[in-house]
């Protein structure tokens, strides 16, 4: 099993609050996907990463590619309500590439 | 598009009992996923197919069988319902690109999940 922790499980900011999630793994990832859950849905893709070191912004979320290609991170920037939802990251190996093997999620609550 | 419909939402089941859970999807991809996901547990996956006729074990296949007959359809059976089995089950599709390319991977397009209770 290739594992994927996400810190930190949970996240409870005000609104207008910087915040980073993280993704980490031991294993070397050929590319990475990053989702957001919002409840009694499936995950909606944000962004996928493929390059050590690659940097891609979405409006106020900015995500990151660990130059190992091992880990990724998350940062929200001036958090807004509608932010709120779970985070999922997402692994997927060259050799393996039909599978993708989920972190175990990052929920965040932005209060108004 | 509807994209990826699942049938049905919800389900309870007494142990022991079957049920095959629907996937269908619009878009013509070319793989489709199940996963489970269990509270503070992230998405397990269960099964995947590559295309019409091919599946293959995930993380957690035991106690599931898929089948693949068309591109559009890939149902998820249970045949004797376990407690363990509770959980919320998604299906997904995506299309991803054969021989150099296929390290990146297209999104996976998510149907909204079936909510199943056995007890």
């Known amino acids: 099993t290739q594992l994927l922790e996400q810190s930190p499980q949970f996240l409870s900011i005000q609104e207008g609050e910087n915040l980073t999630v993280y993704c980490n793994s031991s294993?070397?990832?050929?590319?990475l996907q990053w989702y957001r859950q919002e409840p009694g849905e499936g995950p909606v893709l944000l962004v996928t990463?493929?390059?050590?070191?690659e940097v891609k912004k979405l409006k106020r979320l900015t995500f990151q590619f660990g130059d190992a290609r091992k880990d990724s991170s998350l940062h929200i920037t001036a958090a807004q309500p509608g932010d709120t939802g779970l985070y999922l990251c997402?692994?997927?190996?060259?050799?393996?590439?039909?599978?993708?093997?989920f972190g175990t999620g990052t929920s965040l609550t932005v209060i108004p | 598009n509807a994209g990826v419909t699942q049938t049905p939402k919800f389900r309870i089941l007494k142990i022991g009992q079957s049920m095959t859970l629907q996937c269908t999807q619009d878009?013509?991809?070319?793989?489709m996923y199940w996963y489970r996901q269990d509270p503070g547990m992230g998405l397990k996956l269960i099964y995947y197919?590559?295309?019409?006729?091919?599946?293959d074990k995930g993380e957690v296949p035991n106690g599931y069988n898929v089948s693949r007959s068309t591109t559009e359809d890939f149902p998820l059976r249970l045949e004797l319902a376990a407690p363990s089995q509770t959980s919320v089950y998604f299906c997904?599709?995506?299309?991803?690109?054969?021989?150099?390319?296929?390290?990146?991977?297209?999104?996976?397009?998510f149907g909204d999940g079936t909510r199943l209770s056995i007890l």
């Open positions: 997904a599709s995506s299309y991803t690109y054969p021989g150099p390319l296929a390290s990146y991977n297209q999104p996976q397009h």
């Open positions: 294993s070397v990832f050929s590319s």
């Open positions: 990463v493929v390059t050590g070191g």
């Open positions: 997402a692994g997927a190996h060259s050799n393996t590439g039909n599978q993708f093997y």
């Open positions: 878009m013509n991809h070319n793989y």
């Open positions: 197919s590559v295309g019409a006729g091919i599946t």
